[in-house]
């Protein structure tokens, strides 16, 4: 299943024949370079933030000077710097700093976490939790209001049902919201009521959940800024080198100059502007920023939305859901406006990412592009489709021809495998995460997580790129087994590929002279063992143009632990 990587020792000096004397040199590491070549190494020193030399430790000597830090990193496997291609990284620090009841085995274990969250919330200041499941409880029922009122009596609590189709509030809440007895059910949603009564019971179903989202302030910039870095630095302890935040508002670009201007955006950041007039009126005025505070920020893609996702049946399909026969999911956006924006982005020299799950999405916009770009190999535009999750068979060759780049999720595949089939029958399955289709037809594939729809760790879509399974290993083989990718393809989807599809290919995504020096060091040797060893592979070392932003090799003890 793996392809035979080259054990190849080689080594390539940046200049003739002066040495220039490393910053750092990592030694006694198993290196996969994933160049062309795909070559092996066991050393590599880095300058001024790029990479000097690589090859082995003899040779890496030779750029020594005393001032050159040597590290030994114990026989671990050094891989090019990951990279995350399509994450929401504010959402993520909003999903990091609310509670989380994933695996709550009780009612009152909640509460009791909720008792210590309001000790250190001050009174009027929303508390929010998600991932309660009444199925996981010995008492099957949906929990009432005055169970979290007992606990927290001065702030307003909302957390969501793990499915996110359900709040359960407090009277705080329900309060602030204005939700009596008198309240009717909104059209679209539920108020549940307690037995025998009109009295809300606490819990808000679907559309009722607006009368709260409805409520809650905006989140200051501050505490956006809060949640940012926390994303950040938990993305740095998972390995990652870069993302690309698929959706930034005009706080969150703001944010990321900032972190970057006080040398604190690493990973490093990738933009794709919200799909808002007077956030592209900004930047189609200034012109696509490439590569700001020495390459850790690039302004140049816009986001737009061409339908909704599967699990809710709003992914628009070209003939209605096998499991709902009079729906055909959503239009987001209209088509001629979507034509617009793309028009709009391609002139201003902006790089064009548009969400498409459906395989009536997808194929407006290759339309879109056909029309608007043709398969004019001069035009290096790649448009990007975020997710290409649903393909029809016809449409799938037509991203090569055109230049469209499938930028898709490994670990919605797995997500979703145990029902997608209910929803678009067998025979439109098979253009479903059809990454080896996709493949054969020449396109690369960057790899994300949208998280936090789903885990930040890229190692898990790596897994998920390999396997096609869960983490129990179901289904056996593997669902779908024939569009598993090899090992060396799904670290490049969460490398090279990236790279690619932020034209950056000429300075990351593989372990070249001369490119940025990112790396991810990791516990086990991922192309030798098993795919199951990447759910129990640690990342020990994160290195972010040469600097050490993670080390639990080295430096087990310190403080990168603390930050938690
Ligand atoms: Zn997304």
């Given at each position: 299943m793996?392809?035979?990587i080259?054990?190849?020792?080689?080594?390539?000096a940046?200049?003739?024949c002066?040495?220039?004397?490393?910053?750092?040199?990592f030694?006694?590491?198993?290196?996969y370079?994933?160049?062309?070549a795909?070559?092996?190494?066991?050393?590599?020193?880095v300058k001024n933030?790029?990479i000097l030399?690589?090859g082995?430790?003899?040779k890496?000597y030779?750029?020594?000077n005393?001032?050159?830090?040597?590290?030994d990193?114990?026989?671990?496997?050094?891989?090019p710097g990951?990279?995350d291609?399509?994450?929401?990284?504010?959402?993520?620090?909003?999903f990091?700093?609310?509670?989380?009841f994933?695996?709550?085995a009780?009612?009152s274990?909640i509460t009791?976490?909720?008792?210590?969250?309001a000790?250190?919330?001050p009174?009027g200041?929303w508390?929010e939790?998600?991932?309660?499941?009444?199925n996981d409880w010995?008492?099957?029922k949906?929990?009432?209001?005055?169970?979290?009122d007992k606990v927290?009596?001065?702030n307003?609590v909302?957390?969501?049902r793990?499915d996110?189709h359900?709040?359960?509030v407090?009277?705080?809440?329900?309060?602030?919201?204005?939700?009596?007895s008198?309240t009717?059910d909104p059209?679209?949603?539920?108020i549940?009521?307690?037995?025998?009564?009109?009295?809300?019971?606490?819990?808000?179903?679907d559309?009722?959940?607006l009368?709260i989202?409805?409520i809650?302030?905006e989140?200051s910039?501050?505490?956006k800024k809060?949640?940012i870095?926390q994303?950040?630095?938990y993305?740095?302890?998972?390995?990652?080198?870069t993302?690309?935040?698929?959706?930034?508002?005009?706080d969150e670009?703001e944010?990321?100059k900032?972190l970057?201007?006080e040398?604190?955006?690493?990973p490093?950041v990738?933009v794709m502007?919200?799909?808002?007039?007077?956030?592209?009126e900004?930047y189609?005025k200034?012109?696509?920023?490439?590569g700001?505070?020495?390459?850790?920020?690039t302004?140049?893609t816009?986001k737009?939305?061409?339908?909704?996702?599967?699990?809710s049946r709003g992914a628009l399909?070209?003939?209605?859901?096998s499991?709902?026969?009079e729906?055909?999911?959503?239009s987001?956006t209209?088509?001629?406006?979507?034509r617009k924006s793309?028009i709009?982005?391609?002139k201003?020299?902006?790089?064009?990412a548009?969400?498409a799950?459906g395989?009536s999405?997808?194929?407006?916009?290759?339309?879109?592009?056909?029309e608007?770009?043709g398969s004019?190999?001069?035009?290096d535009?790649?448009?990007?489709i975020?997710h290409?999750q649903?393909?029809s068979?016809?449409?799938?060759?037509r991203f090569?021809?055109l230049?469209?780049?499938p930028?898709?999720?490994?670990?919605?595949c797995?997500s979703?495998m145990y029902?997608?089939?209910?929803?678009?029958g067998?025979?439109?399955?098979?253009?479903?995460?059809?990454?080896r289709?996709?493949l054969d037809t020449?396109v690369?594939?960057?790899?994300?997580s949208?998280?936090?729809v789903e885990s930040?760790?890229p190692?898990?879509?790596i897994y998920?790129a390999?396997?096609?399974?869960?983490?129990?290993r179901?289904?056996?083989g593997?669902?779908?087994p024939?569009e598993r990718?090899?090992?060396?393809?799904?670290?490049?989807?969460?490398?090279?590929?990236?790279?690619y599809?932020?034209?950056d290919?000429?300075?990351k995504?593989?372990?070249?002279?001369?490119k940025l020096a990112?790396?991810t060091?990791?516990?086990?040797?991922i192309?030798?063992?098993?795919?199951?060893?990447?759910?129990e592979?640690?990342?020990?070392?994160?290195?972010?143009?040469?600097?050490?932003?993670?080390d639990i090799?080295?430096?087990p003890?310190?403080?990168?632990?603390?930050?938690e």
């Amino acid at each position: 299943m793996f392809k035979m990587i080259s054990l190849l020792i080689f080594g390539v000096a940046a200049s003739g024949c002066a040495k220039e004397n490393a910053d750092r040199i990592f030694i006694n590491t198993s290196i996969y370079t994933l160049n062309s070549a795909n070559e092996t190494a066991t050393s590599v020193a880095v300058k001024n933030g790029r990479i000097l030399f690589i090859g082995d430790e003899e040779k890496s000597y030779e750029y020594l000077n005393e001032n050159t830090e040597i590290l030994d990193l114990k026989g671990n496997t050094l891989i090019p710097g990951l990279t995350d291609a399509h994450a929401h990284i504010g959402g993520t620090g909003k999903f990091l700093q609310t509670l989380n009841f994933h695996g709550t085995a009780s009612s009152s274990e909640i509460t009791s976490m909720v008792r210590t969250a309001a000790n250190r919330t001050p009174p009027g200041e929303w508390i929010e939790g998600r991932g309660w499941d009444q199925n996981d409880w010995q008492v099957k029922k949906f929990p009432t209001s005055g169970l979290l009122d007992k606990v927290a009596p001065k702030n307003p609590v909302a957390f969501s049902r793990v499915d996110g189709h359900a709040y359960w509030v407090n009277q705080v809440a329900l309060d602030l919201a204005g939700i009596t007895s008198e309240t009717p059910d909104p059209d679209g949603g539920r108020i549940v009521r307690l037995p025998g009564s009109n009295k809300p019971s606490g819990i808000l179903i679907d559309n009722a959940m607006l009368l709260i989202d409805d409520i809650k302030p905006e989140p200051s910039y501050e505490l956006k800024k809060r949640r940012i870095s926390q994303a950040l630095s938990y993305s740095l302890k998972l390995g990652l080198t870069t993302i690309h935040d698929a959706g930034s508002d005009s706080d969150e670009v703001e944010i990321y100059k900032e972190l970057a201007s006080e040398g604190k955006l690493n990973p490093r950041v990738y933009v794709m502007l919200d799909d808002d007039e007077k956030l592209k009126e900004k930047y189609f005025k200034a012109g696509p920023q490439i590569g700001l505070f020495d390459n850790h920020l690039t302004i140049r893609t816009i986001k737009l939305y061409a339908d909704g996702a599967l699990g809710s049946r709003g992914a628009l399909l070209l003939k209605p859901y096998s499991d709902d026969p009079e729906n055909s999911g959503l239009s987001v956006t209209p088509v001629s406006e979507l034509r617009k924006s793309f028009i709009e982005g391609i002139k201003r020299g902006f790089q064009v990412a548009t969400h498409a799950i459906g395989d009536s999405g997808n194929r407006m916009i290759l339309d879109i592009v056909e029309e608007v770009v043709g398969s004019d190999p001069q035009n290096d535009h790649r448009s990007r489709i975020e997710h290409a999750q649903i393909l029809s068979l016809s449409d799938i060759q037509r991203f090569n021809r055109l230049g469209v780049i499938p930028s898709m999720q490994p670990t919605h595949c797995t997500s979703d495998m145990y029902w997608a089939e209910d929803r678009i029958g067998s025979e439109r399955i098979k253009g479903a995460y059809a990454w080896r289709k996709l493949l054969d037809t020449g396109v690369v594939i960057p790899g994300g997580s949208d998280s936090p729809v789903e885990s930040i760790n890229p190692l898990w879509g790596i897994y998920a790129a390999v396997t096609r399974q869960d983490h129990q290993r179901y289904p056996e083989g593997g669902w779908q087994p024939g569009e598993r990718m090899t090992m060396e393809e799904a670290v490049k989807m969460f490398s090279a590929w990236p790279a690619y599809a932020s034209f950056d290919e000429n300075i990351k995504g593989t372990i070249e002279v001369g490119k940025l020096a990112d790396f991810t060091i990791l516990s086990n040797d991922i192309f030798k063992e098993d795919p199951s060893v990447l759910l129990e592979t640690k990342v020990l070392m994160t290195v972010v143009g040469g600097e050490i932003l993670y080390d639990i090799l080295l430096k087990p003890d310190d403080l990168y632990l603390a930050a938690e």
